[in-house]
């Protein structure tokens, strides 16, 4: 496996607060990647990164922020959470972008 | 639209069982198509990657085809096991881009 770590795996938080979401890989991959999974949805991108401190916005990239400083290092931040995030979020990490990702476990994330 | 359908919803057989699953892509350019497992709570994980030259590509019980010819998948299991219930998810991939569209996937389950 790749070697990802989400944390935290759960998180219960009220509206209009900052969440920040961590991803770490041990593997040293190039890209890394934030999705979030919903029911009756496949999963969407909302940014990923191409190297330290490279990122750009995906599919759903509204409401959410990035930040990479280090290459193991991948943080999603809703600066002001909406209950339209409660989610399931997934980071993933690949070499090179014709490559299969590697997942982490998720964090489920709900916003009251 | 870039679109990837899946069918069906869902499926429930009997172990020791063989099954299909199928996916319908609308992507183009086209890069390749991946098929992921996905486990309750867990995130998911590659089973196959077939690029448009690729056919079929096995990984143990599962085999996956590709017709690029008429933008369709399947992921035949063979002799199903209780462990093989989960979420079984198409990914495709257009070209010279790290964007996928992933499909919503379907759940089998796996009964004894």
């Known amino acids: 496996d790749a070697g990802i770590t989400q944390s935290p795996r759960h998180k219960v938080t009220e509206t209009g607060t900052p969440v920040t979401l961590r991803c770490h890989q041990t593997?040293?991959?190039?890209?890394m990647y934030w999705y979030r999974q919903d029911p009756g949805h496949g999963l969407r991108l909302i940014h990923y990164s191409y190297g330290v401190k490279d990122t750009d916005k995906g599919e759903v990239s509204d409401g959410y922020s990035v930040s990479r400083s280090k290459t193991e290092d991948f943080l999603l931040t809703l600066e002001s959470a909406t209950s339209s995030q409660t989610s399931v979020y997934f980071c993933?990490?690949?070499?090179?972008?014709?490559?299969?990702?590697?997942f982490g476990d998720g964090t489920r994330l709900s916003i009251l | 639209k870039n679109q990837v359908e899946q069918s069906p919803q869902s499926l429930i057989i009997l172990e020791g069982k063989n099954c299909t699953l199928q996916c319908n892509y609308t992507v183009s350019p086209f890069s390749n198509l991946r098929w992921y497992k996905q486990d309750t709570g867990r995130g998911p994980v590659s089973l196959t990657i077939?690029?448009?030259?690729?056919n079929t590509k096995s990984n143990g019980r599962y085999t996956a085809t590709l017709d690029a010819d008429t933008k369709q998948s399947s992921l035949h299991i063979t002799a199903s096991q209780l462990s093989d219930s989960a979420s079984y998810i198409c990914?495709?991939?257009?070209?010279?881009?790290?964007?996928?569209?992933f499909g919503k996937g379907t759940t089998l389950s796996v009964s004894s």
């Open positions: 593997e040293n991959h190039r890209y």
């Open positions: 990914v495709v991939s257009a070209q010279a881009g790290t964007a996928l569209i």
């Open positions: 077939m690029t448009f030259s690729e």
């Open positions: 993933a990490t690949g070499q090179q972008t014709n490559q299969p990702q590697h």
